[in-house]
């Protein structure tokens, strides 16, 4: 499909990485958690959130987009909530921090609850969800984002992919690691049929009258210029297919991510400052944890967990399948294999993450 | 498309369904609940959950499906969440209980979260998310169900309907109210497209082989029968439409309702008493409410919502598209209409309605 991948192993690219970030600014504790966050989505194969958009974050940072020591405040407080300002610094320290305090609610009242605002991307939703799981706890996590999708019947972007990630442990089998863009593909897969002149499945997304379209690359640049359509909500568009319930879905993670927060929201009007300058970035997020026995003892709820996922597993497979998927399985196998063979980069990646070393001075020998 | 309606108005129908479930040996006040949740249905446009199922609750009370007066006990609480076991009792008095306990511990705490077992049926999600609202929070209600829906790459049914619904309050907007099925499609619609010898959209169903399907009345008998097929989850079949997703959802539903609460989950496990018998019915549910200014000022939060809604109503149109609609728009003017004009029975719903007043001495003069 893509010409020829960079093979790189884990341990050094973290290094790379964390060292980009440091020359950028950002404090090593910091850089370590950013990194590990991008790493995490390359090793689970999860490469549109991995090191292939350290450009972004190199450039975010330069721009005054993202802030490297912002000022990070807890703004309303409860026994199990919290809203925290993250000041327009990176998305990925202050989340982790926030589904920490999350997680430190449930253990101590059973759930625990935080929402961020003036924050930036964060990476994959699935990460910060997933930090529940050593306490024994059920973890959500979600965000809203750039505006790429739009509502039922409307005809502009309105919405972000704005994305939702529930995990949950298990015994035996690996975690339920639930981890969804809300509308039906992200905007990488239609770069993806772009490139390679393939028409788009109907129920991807509309051109600039609003109309479902096999055409990746004027969606692409209808998005670019602001011109009409966009990416549909899970469902597809109108109403045969259900489109307005993953238009539902975006609207929900809006809600809990930037209005509850008190960050942007829809098509991300930016809050200003009292000066009336609007705020490098604002969007939201949003982190929750539950600790599995305030419901119900662990070890009965992991064993109806393995249960649930062997039952699905071992059910009888439609014509033509082989295998019934949990969610999440197919990432955690891809990052045993990637931690041992390690991590394909394309080529183009694999070239821009060694611009942005000579830019900085930090070697790239991955 | 029906035959002629049975117009009844609200007051009216209401004592009829009190009186029969008073017959039928429920207390007063769990009748008047039961009867709240059926007939709201009803007048927000939701007939397949209204009083249409009036007669599978007296068989479910009859045969013993459903108790009348059931053991209910909270066997798990801490100060945000509780399980509570339902004892095999009819579905919507424990859940208007739990509901309103999390209400209280999210009034007390900032959130709160009671997951339900050995439940049955229990109308419609958004009733229990709504309950909510005028406490100024935010609701959520999922439950399991009946198994109808295929997993992904699957042949059988091994999963729930398993709908979710969210509530969120605006200030002159009408509330935020998100109720949907995990599936593209419930069952009821198979039948509207049966009786009308209509083929299904592809993306709906599939058949015993596991292939997606027009045939409605296929789906129904193999349904019936178990020969394998049913619906599909939001997305549709395979990953072309990203289906893993609904069913994704549908399995975070069953965790949340059935496997936090030990009730029965995926293809329905009943639970066995200690001595080896199943019980009478074991489905669970999940409520939660989270206080607005546990987060924000719920007048800031408010006058978000009716930003948020206005500009996604406001948004330019789809080619051919009159109007953007918000969750829950629909049904509130629906509901408005209905309490002024009345509600339009199917007749055979009417007919099946008179036949059991006709049974238990109940006077059917709505």
Redesign the interface.
């Known amino acids: 499909m893509e010409s020829e991948s960079v093979l790189v192993m884990e341990e050094p690219l973290r290094e790379f990485c964390v060292q980009v970030f440091e020359k950028m600014g950002i404090p090593e504790d910091e850089a370590r958690i950013t990194t590990d966050v991008l790493v995490t989505a390359d090793l689970r194969g999860i490469d549109s959130h991995g090191v292939a958009r350290l450009r972004r974050y190199v450039n975010g940072l330069r721009s005054g987009m993202m802030v490297a020591h912002p000022d990070v405040q807890v703004v309303?407080e409860?026994?199990?909530?919290?809203?925290i300002d993250a000041g327009g610094g990176l998305g990925q320290p202050v989340s982790h921090r926030a589904m920490e305090m999350a997680i430190q609610k449930a253990l101590d009242?059973?759930?625990g609850?935080v929402?961020v605002r003036n924050s930036n991307h964060y990476g994959i939703a699935g990460y910060y969800a997933m930090m529940a799981l050593e306490h024994d706890c059920?973890g959500i996590s979600m965000t809203n984002a750039a505006v790429l999708v739009?509502?039922?019947?409307?005809?502009?972007a309105?919405l972000g992919t704005n994305p939702i990630a529930?995990a949950?442990p298990a015994g035996d089998e690996p975690p339920?690691v639930?981890d969804?863009a809300t509308s039906?593909?992200p905007r990488g897969k239609l770069e993806v049929y772009h490139r390679l002149e393939k028409p788009l499945?109907i129920?991807?997304a509309?051109d600039e009258?609003?109309?479902p379209t096999t055409d990746a690359g004027r969606v692409l640049e209808n998005l670019k210029t602001r011109a009409?359509g966009g990416l549909l909500p899970?469902?597809?568009?109108g109403e045969?297919?259900?489109g307005?319930?993953?238009y539902?879905?975006a609207?929900?993670v809006?809600?809990?991510s930037a209005?509850?927060?008190?960050a942007a929201?829809?098509?991300l009007?930016y809050p200003k400052d009292e000066a009336g300058n609007p705020l490098p970035s604002a969007i939201g997020h949003f982190f929750g944890a539950?600790?599995?026995d305030?419901?119900?003892p662990v070890d009965?709820?992991k064993a109806?967990?393995d249960?649930?996922q062997r039952?699905?597993k071992n059910?009888?497979?439609?014509?033509g399948?082989?295998?019934?998927?949990?969610?999440g399985e197919k990432e955690f196998e891809e990052a045993a294999r990637r931690t041992k063979e390690g991590i394909p980069l394309n080529p183009k990646v694999a070239a821009d993450l060694q611009a942005i070393g000579e830019e900085l001075g930090v070697d790239w020998s991955v």
Chains 1, 2 share one sequence.
Do not use: C, Q
Request: proline share 5%; charged share 15%.
């Open positions: 309303v409860t026994p199990v909530t919290a809203t009242y059973g759930a609850f929402t059920i739009v509502p039922t019947f409307g005809r502009d309105m529930v949950a339920f639930l969804m039906t593909v499945p129920g991807w509309t009258t609003g109309m009409g899970l469902g597809g568009a045969l297919l259900r307005y319930k993953g539902g879905l609207v929900w809006d809600i809990f209005l509850l927060s008190g929201y829809a098509n009007v539950w600790r599995v305030a419901f119900r009965e709820f109806a967990m249960d649930l039952r699905l059910a009888p497979k439609a014509e399948a082989e295998r019934i998927y949990i969610h």
